[in-house]
């Protein structure tokens, strides 16, 4: 991948957090969770603490703890409910770079991760029409 392509990655990902930050923190969540819970209804629990009065950064913050501990990556330099009450949509790019950099890929999901790593990282061709005689 070139820098434009990495560079284009970053871009779009950071648009998707600014404005709907739900779907990432459900990405993000999913493979911390390692498929345990799928994105969708950790976007949804996300979405409605953004709209109650407890604000979702609460939530997303013990995400970033857990995966913190999964991956023994340091608090520095603050503490994480700090890092995603100062600058929630800087936190969740973070993280999902965090993740991207650890080979996921976090548009397919945990699942779809797992058969790409026992593939060797390969993901086998896509069959155009489906089966033909």
Known sequence: MGSS???FVFLISCCV?????CV????IAEIIDKGSTS???????YATLCLSIFHA????CFYRS???????LEASPCCDCLVHWCCEPCAL???????KNRGFDLDIGWQANMEKKALGGITPP????GMMR
């Open 5 to 7: 392509e990495i560079f």
């Open 17 to 21: 957090t600014l404005w709907c930050p």
């Open 24 to 27: 990432t923190f459900g990405r």
């Open 39 to 45: 994105c969708g209804p950790s976007g949804l629990i």
């Open 57 to 60: 950064c609460i939530y997303s």
């Open 66 to 72: 857990k995966m913190r501990k999964q991956y023994h």
């Open 93 to 99: 790019c973070q993280e999902y770079r965090e993740l």
């Open 126 to 129: 896509a069959m155009e029409g």
